[in-house]
């Protein structure tokens, strides 16, 4: 099978192909960041993203059948991300899934975008359900067993600020840019982590809660105590800093990550990986503490290529493909949800994020 994936709940335009015949290949995955749209205003205005998703998504779609030399006819399913995320951006994408599908006679597939980050391993590797994932974007800071396609148990979720949101909103504290998360990694390469002793919310509480307001906090209180009086860090500082936020992270996610392993093990003894996915999965210090955790453990430990751990539409289209080969698919009447948890069932947690 072949399927379009399209992606614009945030602020990444995305199209992508893929396909399962064969072998699982991706024949092209195009994403335009909206950096450069957003940047005078220091973060992501939806209005903004919504009117680049209009006039980018049609030619990047033309763009992304041409690498992949197939044309609309050829395709067996259009997936697009159905929710959750900002609503104008998700009924463009919406919209133009399902012009292709009414034109072209297409099965039309609305994917969860965090089904979409949950899924994505199982297109460049042998994965096996069930497994446990800790998913870890610039909205979401989640730990989840995924049962089967469209089958998810939520084991724990932030409280507040998603693990992305923490890594941002320290780096503009640093005065590093955005996105926060690999800027605040390059800096820590060079950093003392030991310099600054920051809080790790939530860590030895039973439980697999997250929380990160705190540590913004400290952060701020750490950049008060030591900027000059024009405010500047010396660069050993932003270094150490940066580092001490990595660490502090990194913590954060390894204890809240063994008390879930453990659950996990309990209810499901056959599972037998660890995947992490979303954009934070990109940070490779915290992909060899969790790599380490999940060897101490004895499972295997599985993460996307770093391309396909930030927003892109190959996702999306393989986690469509996933969903029409079990006939799961949806009618032009789907409406976008720009609220849409994966586990129903899951209580909301107090202030978490609704971006992906
Ligand atoms: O999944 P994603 O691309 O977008 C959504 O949130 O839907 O995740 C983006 C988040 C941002 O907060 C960004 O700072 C973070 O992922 N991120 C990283 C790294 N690369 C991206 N965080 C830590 N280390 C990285 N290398
Ligand atoms: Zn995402």
């Not at 297409?106 to 359900?129: K, M």
């Not at 509480?205 to 929380?211: A, E, H």
């Not at 209810?267 to 969790?290: F, Q």
């Not at 295997?300 to 080969?325: K, S, V």
């Amino acid at each position: 099978m072949i399927v379009l994936g399209i992606e614009a709940s945030c602020d990444e335009t995305a199209a992508a192909v893929v396909s399962d015949a064969g072998g699982r290949r991706i024949l092209a995955n195009l994403v335009h960041a909206q950096l450069a749209e957003h940047a005078p205003y220091g973060g992501v205005v939806p209005e903004i993203a919504a009117r680049a998703h209009l006039e980018k998504l049609p030619p990047l779609i033309a763009a992304a059948l041409d690498t992949a030399d197939i044309r609309f006819a050829e395709l067996d399913g259009v997936a697009f991300t159905g929710g959750p995320g900002l609503i104008g951006g998700l009924i463009v994408g919406a919209m133009t899934a399902k012009a292709i599908a009414l034109v072209h006679g297409t099965p039309l597939i609305a994917v969860n975008h965090l089904e979409g980050h949950a899924l994505t391993v199982r297109l460049t590797a042998e994965v096996a359900f069930p497994y446990l994932l800790l998913l870890v974007s610039g909205g979401h800071c989640q730990l989840l067993v995924v049962e089967d396609v469209g089958r998810y148990r939520r084991l724990g979720t932030t409280i507040d600020d998603a693990v992305g949101e923490a890594f941002d909103k320290a780096a503009k504290l640093l005065g590093l840019g955005y996105p926060g998360g690999p800027l605040i990694e390059r800096a820590a390469a060079a950093g003392d982590p030991a310099r600054f002793p920051l809080p790790r919310p939530m860590k030895g509480r039973p439980g697999c809660d997250f929380s990160f307001s705190g540590l913004k906090t400290a952060v701020r209180q750490a950049v008060s105590e030591i900027a000059d009086e024009a405010g500047r860090l010396a660069p050993r500082d932003v270094a150490d800093l940066a580092a001490a936020v990595e660490a502090a992270i990194g913590d954060c996610l390894v204890d809240r990550t063994a008390h879930a392993i453990a659950l996990f093990r309990d209810r499901h003894p056959a599972g037998r990986s660890l995947v992490v996915a979303g954009g934070v999965a990109a940070n490779a210090a915290l992909r060899a503490r969790l790599a380490g955790l999940a060897a101490a453990s004895g499972l295997a430990f599985i993460a996307p290529p770093q391309a396909l751990c930030t927003d892109n539409a190959a996702m999306i289209a393989w986690a469509g493909l996933e969903r029409l080969r079990l006939g799961l698919t949806d009618d032009l009447a789907f409406a976008p949800r720009p609220r849409w948890p994966l586990d129903p069932e899951a209580a909301p947690a107090i202030g978490a994020g609704v971006k992906a």
